[in-house]
């Protein structure tokens, strides 16, 4: 659903105000019945149709940090978050981040977290045997 715009609150709150009902005034602006009464509320309360002020969350990392972190991931493709995130929590200590926050900023880079395959260890002897037996077969 939309959110609306100041000037069509206005709109809204002027069509109301010239005798237009609720449910179709909020089909007009497709929105819910609930967005026009609870608009009305607020312009009558307050006085103004604009917008509440909203906290914005501070950033936890700098922008040298958010460097830092996209350099080390294209430095080794297969270091993980959590690696990440001990060696910035072990140069700042009094502002931890979390994984979260590390793999938030490596998907605004465009970059992911990669786990290296595991494989067994091949002995000279285990390779001679499977060489012997792809020969057979």
Known sequence: MPRLRENERNQLIGMIRGGVSVST???HF?????????TLQ???ATGSQ???????????TTNREDTFI?????????KTAGQTTAEINNI??????SKWTV????????????RQA???????????????WARIH
């Open 70 to 78: 996209r350099l080390s991931h294209l430095r080794d493709r297969f």
């Open 50 to 60: 604009k917008d509440r002020p909203r906290r914005l969350g501070r950033r936890k």
């Open 42 to 44: 607020s312009e009558r």
């Open 118 to 132: 595991c494989r067994t260890r091949l002995l000279p002897y285990n390779i001679r045997n499977r060489l012997d």
């Open 30 to 38: 497709n929105v819910t019945r609930r967005t026009v009464h609870v």
């Open 25 to 27: 005034v909020a089909h």
């Open 92 to 97: 700042r200590q009094n502002n931890p981040i």
């Open 103 to 114: 793999l938030r900023r490596l998907k605004t880079f465009g970059l992911c977290t990669r």
